[in-house]
Nanobody, 129 residues
Framework: QVQLVESGGGSVQAGGSLRLSCAVSGHPVRAYCMAWFRQVPGKEREGVAV???????DYAETVKGRFTISTDNSGRTLFLQMITLKPEDTAMYYCAAHWKGHVRCAGVGPPRPGDFDSWGQGTQVTVSS
């Protein structure tokens, strides 16, 4: 059974940095596509960043230049380095993965929730002004 477990969330002041991690287990093959999403209460889940199994990446316009998505060499740990954080970055952050090679991944804009079928439980990021 596939499991995704996020860590690294917390509370920071505006301008600060955080690094989120997501450990992926339970699948014999590296995910074709992995991504970070975020959601605040009452709003739809928003795609933040995506990375393919050949390290192509894409970002939401709101985080370009501030967030960096990456994986470890095995492709089983996903990271999101966040710098210059803003209060509007406050949200629950989720990692997600899929193994569907026929579904689009990076290079066509930020990730879409409907493309992903494996999700973590989320980690809270709070940025105070």
């Amino acid at each position: 059974q596939v499991q995704l477990v996020e860590s690294g969330g917390g509370s920071v002041q505006a301008g600060g940095s955080l690094r989120l991690s997501c450990a992926v287990s339970g699948h014999p093959v590296r995910a074709y596509c992995m991504a970070w999403f975020r959601q605040v209460p009452g709003k739809e889940r928003e795609g933040v960043a995506v990375i393919s199994n050949v390290d192509h990446t894409d970002y939401a316009e709101t985080v370009k230049g501030r967030f960096t998505i990456s994986t470890d060499n095995s492709g089983r740990t996903l990271f999101l380095q966040m710098i210059t954080l803003k209060p509007e970055d406050t949200a629950m952050y989720y990692c997600a993965a899929h193994w569907k090679g026929h579904v689009r991944c990076a290079g066509v804009g930020p990730p879409r929730p409907g493309d992903f079928d494996s999700w973590g439980q989320g980690t809270q990021v709070t940025v105070s002004s």
